[in-house]
């Protein structure tokens, strides 16, 4: 893959990365949101559905939890853009510099330029290390915020079973469950494509 | 890229342009050189497309290391788009451009070149013995736009008043006012926007002693050329368009 391929390669895959956190950022909204319905509904169920009154915070919790890794995702994603830019500009500039030192041939300065050159050489490649660091760091950061997208599907299960002894209220509860089961869901194939996103980039290195 | 000696004397003013590879769907520019014994103040550097090319053609005349000033004499991209390439060769120059533009031509990258905002006013920019005025155009045409008047060489780098649309390839100077008057009404009536703009820099630049007047697109006026030219362009209605 050419260097300028390689740039546009690297400002899509970051961009897309803030798609798919936009929609996490969504969806843990609602799965908030979703939690305190359950509770108001568990609180009017009373003893039928006293199994289900702890398992509203938990999912509060977890919401909490996503948000908070998605606010520290999209803060490093947007650092990464800024690398992008930076290295796109690195790559255009060491590209030009060598375009000059070729037009320049046998001009009583051209030698001048080495120096420039070789700046820019050494930071496009700090540029390009430092994005592969912070590759890896945003992978571990995405696998982090899986597991809360994990522990709400084990929650959702267990929310059906106990929905399953709330009497009356045993519709309204299923729908908590698989609300939260369904947004479990989405963030997982979210951060999924995330996650292929960054490989693809780290492929083309 | 050609180069044209336009006045040597204690420094040097080198005019750069007709670059023969350049893409025929992008206008033609001058780029201009003030060279002194340690430095250089390159005017209106021009567009991304060319940097490699003027770079090159600069390095006829100085080392990286003595290109130590920039001027833009508006945001435009054929005047300073190729900036971020600019601000990787050069981490130590200055560029003097308007003050009101600095937030729109930092979107084109400059993190190391410290960045001059020129008033309203103008002001002046010395390079070593040459002292030279920089001369309010506002509205000819950008809103913040500003011209180098040189009194020792007797030169006005007058941007884009006085820029004419032409074929590839043509002459430098200007050997025929009345033939060149068609090539530049259209650009001056619709890229120029204010009568009154205009009237302001004609009283203002009417009171300079100028040899040279040097634009940034076509060709450059010598001589009786630049009285022409003021009495043309103060009889020329502008910002016709409608």
């Not at chain 2, 600019?86 to 993190?111: I, N, S, V």
């Not at chain 2, 649309?165 to 033939?179: K, M, Q, T, W």
Request: net charge negative; hydrophobic share 45%; aromatic share 8%.
């Amino acid at each position: 893959m050419s260097k300028k391929n390689k740039a546009k390669s690297q400002f899509v895959a970051v961009a897309s990365i803030a798609a798919e956190l936009s929609a996490v950022m969504y969806v843990a909204k609602e799965i908030s949101l979703a939690a305190a319905n359950a509770k108001a509904i568990a609180f009017r169920a009373g003893e039928q559905a006293k199994g289900f009154q702890p398992i509203t915070d938990f999912i509060n919790e977890l919401a909490k939890e996503t948000i908070q890794l998605v606010n520290e995702i999209n803060e490093h994603a947007f650092s990464l853009y800024q690398m992008t830019v930076d290295d796109y500009r690195r790559v255009a500039a060491c590209d030009a510099f060598a375009q000059v030192a070729k037009l320049a041939e046998g001009a009583p300065y051209a030698d001048s330029l080495v120096e420039s050159s070789n700046r820019a050489q050494q930071k496009m490649l700090t540029c390009q290390s430092n994005f592969k660091l912070h590759v890896s760091q945003l992978l571990e950061q995405l696998e982090a915020v899986m597991h809360p997208a994990r522990a709400a599907r084990v929650i959702a299960a267990n929310s059906r079973i106990e929905a399953s002894q709330a009497g009356e209220y045993l519709q309204s509860l299923q729908a908590v469950a698989e609300s939260v089961d369904n947004a479990a869901q989405v963030i997982h194939d979210n951060v999924q494509r995330c996650k292929s996103a960054l490989s693809i980039i780290n492929i083309s290195e | 890229m050609k180069m044209t000696k336009i006045y040597s004397g204690a420094y040097q003013w080198i005019m750069y342009g007709r670059d023969e590879n350049k893409r025929s769907n992008i206008i033609d520019t001058n780029q201009y050189l003030i060279r002194t014994a340690n430095k250089c103040l390159l005017l209106d550097p021009g567009g991304v497309e060319l940097f490699a090319p003027m770079l090159a053609a600069v390095l006829h005349h100085a080392p990286v290391d003595q290109i130590t000033d920039l001027f833009a004499s508006h945001q435009d991209p054929d005047i300073i788009s190729s900036l971020g390439l600019w601000d990787q060769a050069l981490p130590h120059a200055k560029l003097h451009a308007p003050a009101l533009w600095e937030g729109f031509l930092r979107h084109f990258g400059c993190e190391s070149i410290e960045y001059v905002g020129i008033p309203d006013n103008g002001g002046q920019i010395q390079i070593e013995n040459a002292e030279l005025q920089i001369i309010p155009a506002h509205y000819l045409h950008s809103s913040a736009n500003f011209h180098i008047y040189d009194p020792k060489a007797k030169i006005l780098m007058s941007g884009d008043v006085g820029a004419a649309l032409e074929a590839d390839g043509s002459p430098i100077y200007v050997d025929n006012f009345d033939a060149h008057i068609e090539k530049m009404r259209f650009f001056h009536q619709r890229w120029m926007p204010s009568n009154q703009a205009k009237m302001n820099w004609i009283q203002r630049v009417r009171k300079l002693d100028i040899e040279i007047m040097a634009p940034q697109h076509g060709r450059i006026f010598k001589g009786d050329d630049v009285k022409r030219f003021l009495d043309w362009f103060e009889a020329l209605q502008v910002g016709t368009a409608t």
